[in-house]
């Protein structure tokens, strides 16, 4: 496999802001298909140069068949189960890794934000149902760099605009923090998906082929955000 290093163009000096627009209208455009489905914004605070997304708010809400409302939540902070992550990764058809490992991954990234489904039956009786089905994170410098890892989402919940709306958070986190220079590798499959995103390939970049069995996190990972 080819891994393609890309760049996202930090060095224009993107406000936040401008990325407001494109980031709810991927949720819109995957998740209004019907009248059951409901997308809930985050109350914008009045300086909208200097917006902060709360760490844990709904996308989207919506009512199923069975009468179950089903929740889209989404999360830049909290702790990840690693049972949680490996089952994740399981669905997506990802190699199994020592959990020890994928803990020490989460705990030494800088952020991590996920994507929960939260079933609430439609009766009063029953507890609701949290179900871990997308995950992205950053590593970084804490100063100038960061690079974007292990886009992942669940093929139950693919082709709906997730994986955009998980690396959007993150670049939009990035930026706000004055981390300008965010890098991704990604295999020549979805080269498409992230130049709509903004990234360009690094004309500097090395293309390695890597052994899946050998690096599966690295570069098998951005097969599977769409």
Not at 24 to 48: A, M
Not at 114 to 127: D, F, R, W
Not at 207 to 223: E, F, H, M
């Amino acid at each position: 496999m080819v891994a393609i290093v890309f760049i996202f163009p930090g060095r224009r000096k993107l406000k936040a802001s401008q990325l407001k627009a494109g980031f709810w209208e991927s949720i819109r455009s995957g998740f209004l298909k019907n009248n059951t489905t409901q997308v809930i914004e985050p109350p914008s605070p009045p300086d909208e140069g200097e917006e902060q997304l709360p760490q844990e708010f709904v996308l989207v809400e919506k009512t199923l068949t069975d009468g179950t409302i089903e929740q889209i939540m989404f999360s830049s902070g909290g702790d990840v189960d690693v049972y949680d992550l490996q089952a994740l990764c399981d669905k997506v058809g990802w190699p199994r890794r020592p959990l020890s490992k994928l803990a020490a991954a989460l705990k030494n990234s800088y952020m991590v934000a996920t994507l929960h489904s939260i079933k609430k039956p439609s009766g009063a009786e029953g507890s609701n149902q949290r179900t871990l089905i997308g995950m992205a994170r950053a590593t970084s410098d804490h100063a100038f760099n960061a690079t974007i890892w292990d886009v992942l989402v669940d093929p139950y919940y693919q082709g709906q605009g997730l994986g955009k709306v998980l690396v959007e958070k993150l670049i939009r986190a990035l930026l706000q923090r004055d981390i300008c220079n965010i890098t991704l590798f990604a295999d020549s499959q979805v080269v498409e998906f992230y130049r709509k995103l903004g990234f360009e390939p690094d004309p500097e970049g090395i293309k390695v082929a890597v052994s899946v069995a050998s690096a599966p996190l690295d570069t098998a990972n951005s097969t599977l955000l769409m």
